[in-house]
């Protein structure tokens, strides 16, 4: 059970390392981006399902 625990803990990491670099490139505001960032570092798991819905998108 640790095994897949930490798979899937590694397969977070990867998926809000990704939110982060998405929100930093997309067009919204600094204070923005900022926020979102604060919410994925603080709340991966959260924080990455809001980001999905609710999170900004990626510059053209």
Known sequence: MIEI????????LILV???IVS??????S???K??????LVLL???GFILWLIFGPRSAP
């Open 5 to 12: 625990s930490g798979l899937l803990g590694l397969v977070l």
């Open 17 to 19: 390392i990704w939110a």
């Open 23 to 28: 929100t930093v490139q997309s067009g919204a």
């Open 30 to 32: 600094t204070g923005t």
């Open 34 to 39: 900022v926020v979102w960032i604060v919410v």
């Open 44 to 46: 991966p798991l959260l």
